[in-house]
């Protein structure tokens, strides 16, 4: 059964730091593109970076300079490093993985999505 399990999340203050990770089991991860999505106040999934499997990285602007995608397929997981956070960066953080062999950050991409992890920056 393929599954993606986000884990990582918690609270952190402005200009903080943290390091989500994305397990997976099920399939081989080295094999396929992952990305990482956040939910929008209007309830929709914002992508924000994807990892191909060959190690090409690739990120909207909003994140750019400021999180870090890497994976590590011997333990099945892709993480995002997340600096410099801010009170107006939403909330839930999802991974998904990709059927295309290119980087995409297209929700529509993607498939097999976690359940989320809370990321909380207080004002």
């Known amino acids: 059964q393929v599954r993606l399990v986000e884990s990582g999340g918690g609270l952190v203050q402005p200009g903080g730091s943290l390091r989500l990770s994305c397990t997976a089991s099920?399939?081989?991860?080295?094999?396929?593109?992952i990305g990482w999505f956040r939910r929008t106040p209007g309830n929709e999934r914002e992508g924000i970076s994807c990892?191909?499997?060959?190690?090409?990285?690739y990120y909207a602007d909003s994140v750019k300079g400021r999180f870090t995608i890497s994976r590590d397929n011997a333990k099945s997981t892709v993480y995002l490093e997340m600096k410099s956070l801010k009170p107006e960066d939403p909330d839930v953080y999802y991974c998904a993985r990709s059927w295309r062999v290119g980087a995409t950050i297209a929700p529509a991409d993607f498939g097999s999505w976690g359940p989320g992890t809370q990321v909380t920056v207080p004002s």
């Open positions: 990892i191909t499997s060959g190690g090409s990285a």
């Open positions: 099920g399939f081989d991860l080295s094999l396929w593109a």
